[in-house]
């Protein structure tokens, strides 16, 4: 059985960390709330952009712009949204294994490219796919907006360059602080849904054409989309870290609590043992 010194020890670093996850968790509920507020509001606008964007389907053909133009996805970009830092449970590893199961379904023919959002994604990779084209570490510290901006700008370059084929993005959907599912999206070249009826179709008044509009309407797009994903991704983290936190916390305070049990069975059986010692030096002594 331990010493009573030293399941003391024990408790007293468990208290410790128990602080430090407590505090972490209530830092994390504050920004999860600005997080989940950001990425409900960015909803509704990128819903309304995909629906334009439907409508515009059945008037367009794919040869109207490069970024609609579908080739053999010999060269695929992913982009990987992870965290910068961990602590947030199983967030990092169920987007890891998504990309590796993404990796494997495209095949030892085809060449992948993976950009990495996040350090958590690029530490790993890095270590079994050799460095990354980009790399955007703490992206937090960036303003969204930004951030997709120039992702959107190299990702359309290359796919105009006939770099890459196909882009996809993967990243965490926020749905509760308990629950953020891997989202896979194709981001180039454009979905067309081509299955609308035109009779089912909104009539709008495009001016000045609808080429014209497709040329600053599609980079615009990409680039909501990415900004929705990081919006997503930022609002997870913090749901998926507070979680943790509050499990970790909780288990301290399990793991004090049979601490606590055990040292007052040891201080018990040293106190017995004490005492037995005494009678059995007074009987002695008779």
């Known amino acids: 059985m331990a010493t009573l010194k030293a399941i003391r020890k024990r408790i007293s670093s468990i208290r410790n960390t128990q602080q430090i996850t407590k505090a972490m968790k209530m830092v994390s509920a504050a920004k999860l709330r600005r997080a989940q507020e950001a990425a409900v509001q960015a909803r509704p606008y990128a819903d309304k952009m995909a629906d334009l964007l439907k409508n515009l389907s059945s008037r367009v053909s794919r ?48 060449e992948i490219t993976l950009t990495p959002v996040g350090r958590k994604g690029a530490d790993y990779f890095r270590r079994r796919r050799g460095e990354a084209s980009d790399r955007y570490l703490n992206f937090l510290s960036t303003p969204p907006e930004e951030l997709a901006a120039e992702i959107t700008e190299k990702l359309i370059s290359r796919f105009v360059d006939g770099e890459t084929d196909a882009v996809y993005i993967l990243y965490s959907r926020f749905r509760s602080a308990l629950s953020q599912v891997p989202a896979l999206e194709r981001l180039l070249p454009v979905h067309l849904d081509d299955s609308q009826e ?46 943790a936190m509050d499990s970790a916390t909780t288990n301290a305070s399990k793991m004090m609590g049979s601490l606590t049990l055990q040292m007052n069975r040891a201080r018990q059986a040293s106190i017995t043992r004490e005492l037995m010692e005494i009678v059995g030096t007074a009987e002695a002594l008779k």
């Open 198 to 243: 035109t009779d089912q179709l909104i009539e709008y008044l495009y001016e000045p054409g609808v080429e014209e509009l497709l040329a600053s309407f599609l980079p615009k797009m990409i680039e909501i989309k990415i900004q929705r994903a990081l919006l997503e991704a930022t609002a997870s983290e913090h749901g998926a870290r507070m979680t």
């Open 63 to 110: 040869a109207a712009h490069p970024l609609l133009v579908m080739r053999e996805e010999k060269r695929t970009q992913l982009v990987l949204v992870t965290s910068d830092r961990g602590l947030c449970g199983g967030y990092n590893a169920n987007l890891i294994r998504a990309a590796e199961a993404f990796i494997r379904k495209q095949g030892s023919d085809k």
